[in-house]
Antibody
Framework: EVQLVESGGGLVQPGGSLRLSCAASGFTFSTYWMTWVRQAPGKGLEWVANIKQDGSEKYYVDSVKGRFTISRDNAKNSLYLQMNSLRAEDTAVYYC??????????????????WGQGTLVTVSS | SYELTQPPSVSVSPGQTASITCSGDKLGDKYACWYQQKPGQSPVLVIYQDTKRPSGIPERFSGSNSGNTATLTISGTQAMDEADYFCQAWDSSTVVFGGGTKLTVL
């Protein structure tokens, strides 16, 4: 059974740091792009970052560039999100997901499936 | 920046057909997908590449995409289909989600 389990969320003060982890099982983790998506309380979904199979390519939404770093350890079947300089607006449930994205002819396509259960990050003093 | 627009809410009677739209500039030139999210749960993919259903998703879920609008259609809607639905597409190398539609089955 394919499974993604996030951990590492919690309460952190503005300006603080947190590292999220996502443990993957049931599929060949090293052959897939992986992504982080977040959802603020009562709000919609926002894509945060994704990473290529070997970690050589990483992309971020503008609002987290320079503050968040996505990484992976294929030997441990794990995905990470290092979050620094956290702000109140980063408060959200963070989901990891398998990223079926691909680019062709100058355009990109794709979907996310499956998703983990999410981990809540609360940034507050 | 690219935007996808969904109606905030849609209501449908049990057994009837529900249609949820997602609008964006030349969305038909891109691939759209749809996620279902029930309260307290993670999103679940129900349609990808405009029209394809993942294994395990009931046949009553279908999708289309043309012009500026992608549509998720649920035929013979059941009470268990009550949920939030989000569309998603890519613009260049950026992922874009719609704001979500709350489907009420009453």
């Amino acid at each position: 059974e394919v499974q993604l389990v996030e951990s590492g969320g919690g309460l952190v003060q503005p300006g603080g740091s947190l590292r999220l982890s996502c443990a993957a099982s049931g599929f060949t983790f090293s052959t897939y792009w992986m992504t982080w998506v977040r959802q603020a309380p009562g709000k919609g979904l926002e894509w945060v970052a994704n990473i290529k199979q070997d970690g050589s390519e990483k992309y971020y939404v503008d609002s987290v560039k320079g503050r968040f770093t996505i990484s992976r350890d294929n030997a441990k079947n794990s995905l990470y999100l290092q979050m620094n300089s956290l702000r109140a607006e980063d408060t959200a449930v963070y989901y990891c997901a398998t990223d079926w994205g691909y680019c062709s002819g100058g355009s990109c396509y794709g979907w996310f499936d499956p998703w983990g259960q999410g981990t809540l990050v609360t940034v507050s003093s | 920046s690219y935007e996808l627009t969904q109606p905030p809410s849609v209501s449908v009677s049990p057994g009837q057909t529900a249609s949820i739209t997602c609008s964006g500039d030349k969305l038909g030139d891109k691939y759209a997908c749809w996620y279902q999210q029930k309260p307290g749960q993670s999103p679940v993919l129900v349609i990808y590449q405009d029209t394809k259903r993942p294994s395990g998703i009931p046949e009553r879920f279908s999708g289309s995409n043309s012009g500026n609008t992608a549509t998720l259609t649920i035929s013979g809607t059941q009470a268990m289909d009550e949920a939030d639905y989000f569309c998603q597409a890519w613009d260049s190398s950026t992922v874009v989600f719609g704001g979500g539609t709350k489907l009420t089955v009453l």
